[in-house]
């Protein structure tokens, strides 16, 4: 069976580029499509990986600045050339389910979500700051985007949502139903962490829409001592309102992340998230995690066994549920064994049983679309026929 991987951008590493990893790793074979790529940008073992970018990816600015050429991204999908694959699976939380397949293959989107630039612009467009001419360019082109994303959507006949919200919009947005598989966590990678941590810890990319400054004004004002781990445009104004008891790291790689999680107190997560991949791996390492309660932690996160959600977005509600916290409610070998259900052992049998499940049933289709079409016997008539038939000779007997 002939498979194409489809991704949205491989210009960041974040919980989507892994999990396309291990989509990869089901299916090594497979080429990746995506609209933008900067290897500079990826682990090194992307490198041996069978990447084939759009035509934006020659734009000069385009590894740095792709929201620039959002009105362009339809095209460069659909300028692809899938048509000889028997199975597509497009990665998609932007453009990539809009990709144009032959008749004979089966596409399967595995949505991360429907684009939030789209279906909630307002409140993704106050998070990214966006200034005065880039709101107007983007709302300009947002009606036309939206209609074709809503056609793009039935190019796909099957669809995986990570979450229950994203099923949720999934179905509010595109009509469609789909399946719950959650992105996994690679559990034997990180060690169960049992001694007492000493900080707590912030671990995403520092931008608008993850509210970091939640965290970071939280334990300023409370003196608690706080580890930022990542960076992004936010990094320097968050770094200047920061109190004496905030460290920031910056970018750090793999083997720093599981040193990080093993000893911090508890990872905080203040943004709302389609799923969230880094509190499952706290959650593999044994520790707590202390999350805004919406979005897909509620899906994960087991209040008071594996951690706690403050309810409202705000430094107030977050400095509330740390003041109450206690690293010794918590048992570490528990919440291990929380985590592991979702290993990516289990993902990936999952994921392989869904897709045999899927593509007997197309291929069975196939076969029923392509049967010759054979008429009836004429003698075959239906009984009623018959019946009225034999009426009407009786009566025309009688009348002679």
């Known amino acids: 069976m002939k498979v194409a991987l489809v991704h949205d951008y491989l210009n960041q590493y974040g919980g989507a580029e892994r999990v396309l990893e291990e989509l990869h790793a089901i299916w090594p074979d497979a080429p990746v499509y995506t609209a933008i790529h900067d290897p500079r940008q990826l682990p090194d073992r992307f490198r041996d990986w069978d990447i084939r970018a759009s035509s934006l990816n020659r734009v000069p600015f ?88 809503r056609v793009a959507a039935d190019r796909a006949q099957v669809w995986i949502a990570t979450s229950r919200l994203v099923r949720a919009r999934i179905a509010t947005f595109y009509g469609k139903p789909s399946t719950i598989i959650a992105p996994p966590v690679q559990v034997d990678k990180l060690e169960v962490a ?38 992004g445009r936010e990094a320097a104004s968050l770094s200047a309102r920061a109190g004496s008891s905030v460290a920031f790291v910056g970018q750090v790689g793999d083997d720093d992340i599981r040193r990080l999680l093993a000893g911090c107190k508890a990872l905080i997560l203040p943004s709302e998230e389609d799923f969230g991949l880094t509190p499952l791996e706290a959650m593999a390492a044994g520790r707590p995690v202390i999350a805004y309660g919406a979005g897909g932690v509620l899906d994960t996160v087991i209040p008071g066994r594996t951690g706690m959600f403050f309810a409202e977005q705000t430094a107030d509600s ?67 026929a018959v019946a009225n038939d034999q009426s009407t000779e009786m009566t025309n007997g009688a009348s002679l």
Request: charged share 25%.
């Open 62 to 149: 385009a590894r740095r600045k792709h929201q620039a050429l959002l009105f362009m991204l339809p095209q460069a999908f659909e300028a692809f050339d899938l048509d000889d694959y028997d199975l597509v699976i497009s990665s998609s939380s932007g453009f990539a389910h809009g990709v144009l397949t032959g008749p004979q293959t089966l596409h399967i989107c595995y949505c991360h979500s429907p684009p939030r630039f789209l279906w909630d612009y307002h409140n993704y467009a106050r998070r990214e700051g966006l200034s005065g001419a880039a709101r107007m360019l983007v709302e300009h082109t947002l009606p036309p985007l939206r209609t074709w994303d």
């Open 194 to 231: 049992t001694r007492p941590g000493s900080y707590f810890l912030l671990l995403m990319r520092l931008v608008g829409w993850k509210r970091p400054d939640i965290a970071i004004d939280a334990c300023t004002r409370l003196g608690l001592p706080l580890v930022v781990a990542g960076c």
């Open 318 to 384: 977050l400095a509330e549920v740390l003041e109450r916290f206690d690293e010794c409610d918590y048992d570490p070998l528990a919440i291990r064994r929380h985590a592991e259900q979702f290993d990516s052992r289990l993902f990936a049998e999952r994921m392989r049983r869904f897709v045999d499940e899927h593509v007997r049933a197309h291929l069975t289709r196939l076969a029923a679309r392509t049967r010759p079409f054979d008429p009836p016997p004429v003698a075959s008539r239906p009984a009623l």
